[in-house]
């Protein structure tokens, strides 16, 4: 926990309302998200015992299993999910729109969707059940003796990609409602008290007459919020126990209808607060202001979807049960340039999140005192001069400056101006004077006066950070240039008969 979030939840804690942790939403909201709220029997990885799901709060379509051990009817569950999910992606495929990628001769026009598919879940346990779930169903044969509904491995698919990709902060595509808010605002409970939608959603909206402190604790009554799912409360749990008992000792098809209509009673009672809880943080998330890099980190999720739809029109293979070693590398190479990209977009959108690196000595904040517009340096070619005018800052006397002469940094206010640190010096009443040295940013001038508004005036306040977000990817070989070394290029994998008959634990 940082130093700000620390202050903030403490806080709270005395004011009895969750706090602000950002100015900004970081994270793409759809007007028409699918939510769904998925239960699994107890004592079960991932034997699906119900689910609400759909894009209508007041409409959710109820999917329930009278006997999660019955192979068909688990299999019949996977039918109707698929049923919905895949006709809300096809749903996000309709209209496209033209984008280019590469340049000069490599230059080619691709078309990626207008919309892509965006799935919220209640909370992390709901995202480790979407992975678990298509791993159990996206290498199921469609003929044979165990076969299933051809819907069943493309249902499982597209939930490996979402649960893929939810490992990456910068997608939108599978999202976890208390993680959205946890990172928006902060309580007065704990980090793991936070993982329980009712008491989090209770400290950030607490009802009139109350606060959060006593919110939270109401709402830890299993009996009237009961959990987020996937897993149900134990005293449910006997309740349940006994239907599904009734349900298999029934004499005929009447007495199990009669039955299942009673499971169907109690799991949907156990789903619907939670099902109202998850739009209710919809709105709330919505109530704050996108941040500025959001559509950008959207319109690269729009292309992978529009890319990995195109896979499977083209009879894509199922997703490999484990990652072969030159496909792990560069996923974790993703993974890490992805974190690093988020984070600074993050602290450049946000000033709230830009103190957090203040305080840890990566930014400074200081008001302009001075500038010399006309300066030029020796350029690399004997005899040559480059326009480098420098700005000059005075930080305040509680600001610390920890970065070193010759540190690159840049400044959220012009993103596209490089500056590198001349002189940190300290003065008297403990601020720092700082000079820095520009390059770029003016709208392609190299010589001066430079444009308005491209070069700081006197009296302005700028931030000035060594986050980079547009920091260049990690630099590795494609695939079929793999070095013999680390095995060659790696083969396409091919689901086998011991994939397809993988057990459902």
């Not at 009669?258 to 998330?285: C, F, K, N, Y």
């Not at 996108?290 to 990995?308: I, K, Q």
């Not at 030029?376 to 400056?401: A, E, K, M, N, Y």
Request: with cysteine.
């Amino acid at each position: 926990m940082s130093v700000l979030s620390t202050v903030a939840a403490l806080t709270a804690s005395r004011t009895g309302r969750a706090e602000p942790l950002t100015t900004v939403r970081h994270q793409h909201l759809d007007e028409k998200p699918f939510v769904l709220v998925p239960l699994t029997l107890a004592g079960e990885a991932c034997a699906p015992l119900a689910a609400l799901a759909g894009t209508d709060p007041e409409h959710p379509t109820l999917l329930t299993v009278h006997q999660p051990r019955n192979r068909a009817e688990r299999f019949r569950f996977a039918e109707r999910l698929a049923a919905l999910l895949l006709a809300y992606i096809d749903g996000c495929r309709t209209e496209t729109e033209p984008y280019t990628v590469g340049r000069g001769k490599e230059k080619e026009e691709r078309l990626r969707c207008r919309r892509a598919p965006q799935l919220l879940v209640p909370n992390g346990e709901g995202i480790a059940y979407v992975r678990l779930l298509g791993r159990l169903t996206r290498l199921r044969a469609t003929e044979g003796p165990y076969a299933v509904d051809p819907s069943v491995p493309a249902l499982g698919k597209w939930l490996t990609w979402f649960a893929d990709l939810a490992e990456f902060p910068d997608s939108g595509v599978l999202l976890a409602m208390t993680r959205l808010l946890a990172a928006n605002w902060a309580t007065g409970q704990s980090s793991s008290e936070d993982s329980h939608l009712a008491s989090l959603l209770a400290w950030i909206d607490p009802p009139e007459g109350s606060d959060g402190a006593r919110a939270a604790r109401e709402a830890e009554d299993p009996a009237v919020w009961p959990p987020a799912g996937p897993s149900t409360d134990p005293v449910f749990d006997r309740t349940l126990h006994e239907l599904m008992t009734r349900y298999d000792e029934a004499s005929d098809d009447r007495g199990r209808e009669a039955v299942g209509r009673q499971i169907d009673h109690e799991l949907s009672g156990q789903m619907l607060p939670t099902w109202h809880l998850m739009w209710r943080g919809v709105e709330l998330l919505r109530e704050l202001p996108e941040g500025a890099h959001v559509p950008g980190r959207w319109t690269l999720d729009r292309r992978w979807f529009s890319e990995y739809s195109e896979y499977l029109d083209a009879d894509g293979r199922p997703q490999a049960r484990r990652d072969q070693a030159v496909r792990a590398a560069r996923r974790l190479a993703r993974l890490e340039d992805a974190v690093t990209r988020y984070e600074a977009q993050r602290a450049y959108d946000d000033p709230l999140v830009m103190a957090e690196y203040e305080l840890t000595g990566q930014a400074f904040t200081g008001t302009v005192t001075a500038r010399d517009e006309d300066r030029f340096v020796p350029g690399d070619r004997p005899g040559s001069q480059v326009w480098r005018p420098t700005i000059t800052l005075r930080t305040g006397t509680d600001t610390r400056v920890d970065l070193a002469v010759g540190t690159e940094v840049k400044s959220p206010a012009r993103p596209g101006q490089e500056a590198r640190i001349l002189e940190v010096r300290r003065e008297d009443d403990g601020g720092h004077t700082v000079v820095l040295q520009l390059k770029g940013g003016f709208a392609r001038k190299r010589t001066p006066p430079a444009p308005p508004g491209t070069l700081a005036e006197t009296g302005e306040e700028l931030t000035y950070t060594t986050l980079n977000p547009t920091a260049m990817p990690s630099a590795l070989p494609d695939e079929e240039n793999t070095p013999w070394t680390h095995g060659g290029p790696p083969h396409p994998y091919e689901p086998t008969d011991e994939d397809a008959e993988e057990t459902w634990e």
